[in-house]
């Protein structure tokens, strides 16, 4: 089946970077256009960047633009997450996911996800 996993989250100050992995298996990779999502407690699941199949396109939320970037590792089959300058509103669990179509930055729209991985920043 298919296996999303990601990894990389802590607690970082502020102005510190992190870089999030997310490997995935029982999927043609390739194939897949990614996406990153965080949920800080008690609210909703928002979008944060995405990635189309070879890495050629990318989308940013304005929250992150600049500050973050997506990229993706196609022989590996793991997407990643840089994260710069980080802020304490960038606290939450961050969620990859994978969709077949590039550009959608609804959660319902994408097909599998992962598991999440925590980032806490402190100030």
């Known amino acids: 089946q298919v296996q999303l996993v990601e990894s990389g989250g802590g607690l970082v100050?502020?102005?510190?970077?992190?870089?999030?992995?997310?490997?995935?298996?029982?999927?043609?990779f390739s194939r897949y256009c990614m996406g990153w999502f965080?949920?800080?407690?008690?609210?909703?699941?928002e979008f944060v960047a995405a990635i189309d199949w070879n890495g050629g396109s990318t989308i940013y939320a304005a929250?992150?633009?600049?500050r973050f970037t997506i990229s993706r590792d196609n022989a590996k089959n793991t997407v990643y997450l840089q994260m710069n300058s980080l802020k304490p509103e960038d606290t939450a669990a961050y969620f990859c996911a994978a969709d077949r179509t590039f550009g959608f930055r609804l959660p319902r729209s994408y097909d599998y996800w992962g598991q999440g991985t925590q980032v806490t920043v402190s100030s």
């Open 13 to 28: 100050q502020t102005g510190d970077s992190l870089r999030l992995s997310c490997a995935a298996s029982g999927l043609t």
């Open 38 to 45: 965080r949920q800080a407690p008690g609210k909703e699941r």
């Open 63 to 66: 929250s992150v633009k600049g």
